[in-house]
T-cell receptor, first 115, second 110 residues
Framework: GAVVSQHPSRVICKSGTSVKIECRSL??????MFWYRQFPKQSLMLMAT?????????EQGVEKDKFLINHASLTLSTLTVTSAHPEDSSFYIC???????????FGPGTRLTVT | SQQGEEDPQALSIQEGENATMNCSYK?????LQWYRQNSGRGLVHLIL?????REKHSGRLRVTLDTSKKSSSLLITASRAADTASYFC??????????FGKGTTLSVSS
């Protein structure tokens, strides 16, 4: 089956620093990747849609200058949380849609804690 | 953005009982999917039902879809303690991102 990885799985950073999260499709090409955020005891909220080679599309209320998304290849998208604050602490999950179909495959998530 | 609601928000049952969760959504869909998430972990895909299907089974899972009411239900039969998790429905339109409902937290006690 299609596998999506995320790195790191957990990260703790100090307030004001930036942290990068990688999302990789390991055995398929993904023209589109999606980034979600999940706060404790809540559902997944779509943050942005990332298309290979073009600018990401952000959902309303998500600051594009704070959450930088780069999708430079068909197997890698990165999310950089800039100038992180404690309220950015959350579970970040990516998904990748196969180039040839509609199915999405989810990564295992990255737990970000900002101290 | 969120597509809709699941109900109940929380459900507690005994092992062996059936658990039913409902999901409502707002817009037209291509398909609806159900996912399970254990506390602090990633998503596990359970089942996908297409908009032209009304019912689908997979093991102890039964999913129904009523597009006229924009609703779906997930039935887990003969629950086990290992079924304890949060359950989310997710919908997509024409190849767009999956939009998740708020989820139902299921607790199965032995």
């Amino acid at each position: 089956g299609a596998v999506v990885s995320q790195h790191p799985s957990r990260v703790i950073c100090k307030s004001g620093t930036s942290v990068k999260i990688e999302c990789r499709s390991l055995d398929f090409q993904a023209t589109t990747m999606f980034w979600y955020r999940q706060f404790p005891k809540q559902s997944l909220m779509l943050m942005a849609t990332s298309n290979e080679g073009s600018k990401a599309t952000y959902e309303q209320g998500v600051e594009k200058d704070k959450f930088l998304i780069n999708h430079a290849s068909l197997t890698l998208s990165t999310l950089t949380v800039t100038s992180a604050h404690p309220e950015d602490s959350s579970f970040y999950i990516c998904s990748a849609r196969h180039r040839l179909g509609y199915e999405q495959y989810f990564g295992p998530g990255t737990r970000l804690t900002v101290t | 953005s969120q597509q809709g609601e699941e109900d109940p928000q929380a459900l507690s049952i005994q092992e062996g009982e059936n658990a039913t969760m409902n999901c409502s959504y707002k817009t037209s869909i291509n398909n609806l999917q159900w996912y399970r998430q254990n506390s602090g972990r990633g998503l596990v895909h359970l089942i996908l039902i297409r908009s032209n299907e009304r019912e689908k089974h997979s093991g102890r899972l039964r999913v129904t879809l009523d597009t006229s009411k924009k609703s779906s239900s997930l039935l887990i039969t003969a629950s086990r303690a290992a079924d304890t998790a949060s359950y989310f429905c997710a919908t997509d339109g024409a190849g767009t991102a999956l939009i998740f409902g708020k989820g139902t937290t299921l607790s199965v006690s032995s």
